[in-house]
């Protein structure tokens, strides 16, 4: 057992389908320049309250991440078929004080981080960070929980249009 506090950072974290890539959601990816347009593969939804800041700058240079690689974060303003490549969809993220034309590229994944830890369920997986304390014991610091079962965005915005 350990103790979690106010302190300790809380998320939920399930794979999503296409349909959480919609206008007005905040999505962080770190997509790669090619050919002057960026092509993402991998989409972090961030549902529920919190502060969230728009970011469009160049990753920093890390092992296993390309030197053609930029951070981009913002809410979705608009997802369309591109013209001059019709097997691609495009979705315009608000970074900042500008719009970023972002690809998703073929093989994509999408990522839901869940602000509500009421969304947890019995059996998920759960991977605590922490660090030594006092006395023995056991600081928790951030706690990620994992859910089992895919989300499905058209269910999960039905439930919360309920809930309102």
Avoid: C
Avoid at 69 to 87: L, M
Avoid at 118 to 129: C, D, F, H, L, Q
């Amino acid at each position: 057992e350990f103790q979690v506090t106010s302190r300790a950072k809380m998320a939920v974290t399930a794979k999503g389908d296409v349909g959480f890539l919609t206008k007005g959601q905040f999505v962080s990816a770190q997509p790669v320049a090619t050919n002057n347009k960026l092509f993402g593969k991998k989409f972090t939804v961030h549902v529920g309250p919190g502060k969230k800041r728009g970011v469009f700058a160049k990753a920093p240079k890390q092992v296993g991440v390309s030197t053609a690689a930029w951070n981009v974060a913002g809410q979705i303003t608009g997802r369309v078929k591109d013209a001059d490549y019709p097997d691609y969809e495009v979705i315009a993220l608000r970074a900042g004080k500008r719009t970023v034309p972002v690809f998703i590229d073929k093989g994509y994944s999408v990522t839901v981080l869940l602000a509500d830890v009421s969304r947890a369920e019995p059996g998920s997986a759960v991977t605590i960070e922490g660090r030594p304390g006092t006395r023995n014991r056991f600081t928790v610091s951030a706690v990620k929980i994992d859910l089992a079962k895919p989300l499905k965005a058209e269910e999960f915005f039905a439930d919360d249009k309920k809930k309102k």
